[in-house]
């Protein structure tokens, strides 16, 4: 059994990653952002969103299997990452077509994010014993996610408008590079059942 201190602290620094990864400052400007900035059509924001979706749904199962085989905590950084490179990206991307490439990264990063961070927290609690306790911090995971989407969305705007469009969304990968560096320091839970499952094959944990 893992020492329950490092365990312990992993609860505070999941409240912290989601706080991080969802104090998003692009939520109010980003379609005045593609249309005024980098000058794409409505359709054009609407063609994006499909091989963003398209892309989220058909990488379930395999994120789902790289967490199981390689672990949640090196899962959740690699997501993490994923969303500060991809949003970085976003704001920095010149054209359709590097906006489209942005979008498949995003799609990835969040396929990985899905289902391994209730996991990770779920895990902890049980290698703490206190797995009766999940629907409750869990929950209070959901308030810290929703409070920080709600301040993105307030300063985003005013943000934009005393800089720029592009700034806020550059920023906002920024905020996610911290969210990885929350992900670095978290302390994998159930580490010997995770031991036993690595002796499978990847292929083996798809099916």
Known sequence: MLSSSPLQANIRKY???????NFQLWYPIWILYLTQTRGLTLSQVTLIDVPFWTSIILLQIPAAAIADRW????????????FAIAITFFGLATNFWLILCSYLVWGMAFSLLSGTESAFIYDTLKSLGRE????????????????????????GA???????????????????AFATIAAFTFKEPLAHERSAERGQRYGQMMR
């Open 15 to 21: 409240y912290a990653f989601h706080f991080f990864l």
């Open 132 to 155: 009766g306790e999940y629907p409750r911090i869990y929950g209070r995971g959901w308030a810290v996610q929703t409070a920080a989407m709600v301040g993105g969305t307030l300063l």
């Open 158 to 176: 005013p943000i934009a408008d005393a800089t720029s469009l592009p700034f806020p969304i550059v920023l906002s990968g920024g905020l996610a």
């Open 71 to 82: 672990g949640r905590r090196p899962t959740l950084v690699a997501s993490a990452a994923g």
